[in-house]
C-alpha cells in the first residue's frame, strides 16, 4: 500500500504565500515523478507542477514565475511554494506520484499514479 498525504493548504489573501508538503509512505522502491494538480470547482483536473526524479521541471503557464516546485528525495517529500497568490489559484491541490514499488516493477516498466485526498487552497481577494 501506499499513501501520499497533502498538508499546507487554507486560506490566504491575494498576494500571499503558502508552501504545501506531499509525504509519500508505504511500498516504494522508487519515485520516478512527483507532481501537483489542482482542480477549482466546475473545472477538470490540471497539471501545476511536476519534477522527476533527475530533477527536470514543468510547469503550467499560468503559474510559471510564481510556484516552485522541489523535492527531498530521502523523505520521499515533495513541496509546492506558491507566491503572488491569486484568486484564480483558488482550487483543491492533490499530490501525485508516478512510482515503483519493488525492483520487479521498476524492472517491467510497470509504474502507478498514486493520489493524495487533496488540500483546499482558498485565495480571497
Known amino acids: 500500500q501506499v499513501q501520499l498525504v497533502e498538508s499546507g493548504g487554507g486560506l490566504v489573501q491575494a498576494g500571499g504565500s503558502l508552501r504545501l508538503s506531499c509525504a509519500a509512505s508505504?511500498?516504494?522502491?522508487?519515485?520516478?515523478?512527483m507532481g501537483w494538480y489542482r482542480q477549482a470547482p466546475g473545472k477538470q483536473r490540471e497539471l501545476v507542477a511536476r519534477i522527476t526524479s533527475g530533477g527536470s521541471t514543468n510547469y503550467a503557464d499560468n503559474v510559471k514565475g510564481r510556484f516552485t516546485i522541489s523535492r527531498d528525495h530521502a523523505k520521499n517529500t515533495w513541496y509546492l511554494q506558491m507566491n503572488s497568490l491569486k484568486p484564480e489559484d483558488t482550487a483543491v491541490y492533490y499530490c501525485?506520484?508516478?512510482?515503483?514499488?519493488?525492483?520487479?516493477?521498476?524492472?517491467?516498466?510497470?509504474?502507478?499514479?498514486?493520489w493524495g485526498k487533496g488540500t483546499l487552497v482558498t485565495v480571497s481577494s
Open positions: 501525485n506520484a508516478f512510482l515503483y514499488t519493488n525492483p520487479q516493477a521498476m524492472a517491467d516498466y510497470y509504474g502507478m499514479d498514486y
Open positions: 508505504g511500498s516504494i522502491f522508487s519515485i520516478s515523478a
